[in-house]
C-alpha cells in the first residue's frame, strides 16, 4: 500500500423517525443487553463486545442516556412552542 493512506472503517447512519417506530432493551439471564431500535425498515441494535460488560460500556450506556435525555428536552421544547403552554418543568 505505498502512497495510501490507510484509514479505520468508518460510518455515518442517519435514521429519520416517523410513525412506524420502536425501542426495546432485550435483557437476558445469562447475557448481556441488546437494544434495539426501528424506525420504518431501519433497524439498529446495540450490544457489547465478546459477551464482557466493561466499565467502557457503562459510561456508554450513561452517555447515551444523557444524549436522549437532551433530545427529549429539545424535542419538547420545539413541540411546545408551536403549541404553546409548555409543561412547567420547561417554562423558564
Do not use: K, Q
Amino acid at each position: 500500500m505505498s502512497g495510501l493512506e490507510r484509514r479505520s472503517s468508518s460510518a455515518h447512519l442517519g435514521v429519520h423517525v416517523g410513525s412506524g417506530w420502536s425501542v426495546r432493551c432485550h435483557t437476558y439471564p445469562d447475557r448481556p443487553p441488546i437494544l434495539s431500535v426501528r424506525a420504518g425498515e431501519t433497524h439498529l441494535s446495540l450490544s457489547v463486545t465478546n459477551d464482557a460488560v466493561t466499565s467502557d460500556h457503562v459510561e456508554f450506556a450513561y452517555a447515551l442516556l444523557a444524549a436522549v435525555n437532551d433530545y427529549l428536552i429539545e424535542c419538547e421544547r420545539i413541540r411546545f412552542a408551536v403549541l404553546g403552554d409548555p409543561p412547567e418543568h420547561l417554562a423558564a
